[in-house]
């Protein structure tokens, strides 16, 4: 029987496209569970089936078997209670920050007044309190990313998508976005699904880091990061912290640092 603390539960998961060569296999009998309140990191190759994952778990995409269940429920089409933050930001850049924010409830149909106060709340949260009436030209590129991470909160979702949020912003910025969204996680306790392709931010982020195979994806390590936080500079110089970090660069080869 699920653990009623579970929100996401993926069970023997499989997931085929059929392409102009025939199907092709993305995912292959993934089991994956997330509690409630938990961060969990994926790791894989190019070409796993990370994205895959998330499009699946958002309602954007089908399996071919097994079952995909959030808050108990089969996934069968888009869902409301998810949030997605994208790997670029996809503010519309005719609407100001804080209308970016509501663009969710204005799609979902819900009643946007009710939702203003909780975009303010949202911005001061992520450190946009004075920019709602900025357009997104004006904006940085990691101020453009955490207005894309209140958009993805703003009608509490009961799981956070992830989808390499950081990767297009230069080193210094992927830091400081690191840590902030660290701060993010603590204050909501959002669950949240969190693809990345470097090993350092999902140790320093997750509660779990998932490990999948090359095509076609398959949980090859799960693995309990146990650090506590909030996590700092010192923590990443921690024995802990090294031994997770270097159990995970095995299973992509001596050397490597980033998959």
């Not at 869902?79 to 005719?94: E, M």
């Not at 998508?161 to 701060?183: G, Y």
């Amino acid at each position: 029987m699920q653990s009623p603390d579970v929100v996401l539960n993926i069970q023997n998961m499989s997931v085929v496209y059929e392409t102009t060569r025939g199907p092709l296999t993305a995912l292959s009998k993934l089991d994956l569970q997330v509690r409630k309140g938990e961060f969990v990191a994926v790791l894989g190759p190019s070409g796993c089936g990370k994205s895959t994952l998330l499009k699946v778990v958002s309602g954007l995409l089908g399996i071919a078997e097994g079952e995909v269940t959030v808050s108990g429920q089969k996934i069968v089409g888009p869902r409301k209670d998810v949030g997605i933050v994208f790997q670029q930001p996809t503010l519309l850049p005719w609407k100001t920050v804080r209308e970016n924010v509501l663009v969710p409830i204005r799609a979902q149909r819900l009643p946007k007044a009710q939702y203003e106060a909780e975009a303010d709340r949202l911005l001061n949260l992520v450190g946009l309190g004075n920019f709602g009436g900025y357009l997104p030209h004006e904006l940085s590129g990691g101020m453009q990313q955490r207005a894309g991470i209140a958009r993805g909160l703003i009608h509490d979702p009961a799981v956070l998508l992830m989808d390499e949020p950081f990767a297009a912003l230069d080193a210094l910025t992927r830091e400081r976005m690191t840590d902030e969204l660290q701060s993010i996680w603590m204050e909501t306790k959002k669950t949240v699904v969190f693809i990345t392709h470097s090993i350092q931010e999902a140790v320093y982020l997750a509660d779990k880091v998932v490990v999948l195979s090359g095509r076609p994806g398959t949980k090859v390590l799960e693995l309990d990061v146990n650090l506590e936080r909030p996590r700092t500079l010192d923590t990443m110089a921690s024995p802990r912290f090294s031994e997770v970090a270097n159990r995970l660069r095995e299973m992509f080869g001596a050397g490597k640092r980033n998959l």
